[in-house]
């Protein structure tokens, strides 16, 4: 559901991260930029750069859905389904 009037700050970081996979122009919609994807964009830029966090582009955004494969370590599992 498309926010009713543009987010900012942390709810549009937070709005733009849950939707980036969708691309620009739906994620701008979703954060109540509607068309406006230049506004969307500098809003966006801003908040980011409160917060913090490194922003370029929206895939700059999604996070990686593979936490545990980054991980060191080692992985210890039985060589085969039998040996469980």
């Known amino acids: 559901m498309a926010a009713s009037t543009p987010l900012q700050g942390l709810d549009l970081v ?46 700059d955004l999604i996070k990686n859905e593979s936490p545990l494969m980054q991980m060191e370590g080692e992985i210890v599992a039985p060589d085969t389904a039998s040996e469980l």
């Open 14 to 59: 937070d709005c733009a991260r849950a939707n980036a996979k969708q691309g620009i122009e739906t994620t701008a919609h979703l954060c109540g930029y509607g068309k406006d994807l230049n506004t969307f964009r500098h809003e966006l830029e801003k908040a980011c750069q409160h917060m913090g966090v490194e922003f370029h582009e929206l895939s």
